[in-house]
């Protein structure tokens, strides 16, 4: 399994970002993908949550209606729109797949939120 993210960097407050993370080594269609994120000094969130279909997604509240996690499954790819940021969206962000039992992660990307 390995997971690979992108799309982060430095964004002004009130900006917008898109993280991507690109799947391979397991059936991705069959798995729901996660997006976390860890600041620091702080211990790591769960921001969304998408089913293995795209139908159903969940998101911390402190994200809400300023996220949207996405995929596609063609691509083996899933995606977090993030937009209206905030400096407290600063963090490293990963995306987690839960195969077999086994947690998979990503390397990070990191989303720096600054004027």
């Known amino acids: 399994v390995q997971l690979v993210e992108s799309g982060g960097g430095l964004v002004q407050p009130g900006g917008s970002l898109r993280l991507s993370c690109a799947a391979s080594?397991?059936?991705?269609?069959?798995?729901?993908m996660r997006w976390y994120r860890q600041a620091p000094g702080k211990e790591r969130e769960l921001v969304a949550v998408i089913s293995s279909a795209g139908g159903s997604r969940n998101y911390a509240d402190s994200v809400k209606g300023r996220f949207t996690i996405s995929r596609d499954n063609a691509k083996n790819t899933v995606y977090l729109q993030m937009d209206s940021l905030k400096a407290e969206d600063t963090a490293v962000y990963s995306c987690n797949v839960v195969v077999w039992g086994w947690d998979y992660w990503g390397q990070g990307t990191q989303v720096t939120v600054s004027s």
């Open positions: 080594g397991f059936t991705f269609s069959s798995y729901a």
